[in-house]
Nanobody, 120 residues
Framework: QVQLVESGGGLVQAGGSLRLSCAPS????????MGWYRQAPGKQRELVAA?????????GYADSVKDRFTISRDNAKNTVYLQMNSLKPEDTAVYYC????????????WGQGTQVTVSP
């Protein structure tokens, strides 16, 4: 079983930056894809960014965060990062890390979530 441990959330003013980290603990990683989701109060969980841990590290982003957020990976540590720049109050949400061993389809493993709050 894979457990995902997130860190790096917090409170920041609009225009500021934060970096989230997510690393697996446990055994049998063999992770193929990792991603970051977020859920704001009263809204559905949405995919923010995703990355393939192999295949050249192909990435994808939600339109709302393109050119502001960057997802990256450290394969040696099986760790994924989300660098968030030019943060806006509408980025306020609980951010969840997700991982899967599959190439396509839903994520199998989830972190506990980390709160990101952006003040005006």
């Amino acid at each position: 079983q894979v457990q995902l441990v997130e860190s790096g959330g917090g409170l920041v003013q609009a225009g500021g930056s934060l970096r989230l980290s997510c690393a697996p603990s446990g055994s049998g990683f063999n992770i193929n894809r990792m991603g970051w989701y977020r859920q704001a109060p009263g809204k559905q969980r949405e995919l923010v960014a995703a990355i393939r841990m192999r295949s050249g590290g192909i990435t994808g982003y939600a339109d709302s965060v393109k050119d502001r957020f960057t997802i990256s990976r450290d394969n040696a540590k099986n760790t994924v990062y989300l660098q968030m720049n030019s943060l806006k109050p509408e980025d306020t949400a609980v951010y969840y890390c997700a991982a899967t061993r599959t190439s396509y389809g839903p994520y199998d493993f989830w972190g506990q979530g980390t709160q990101v709050t952006v003040s005006p």
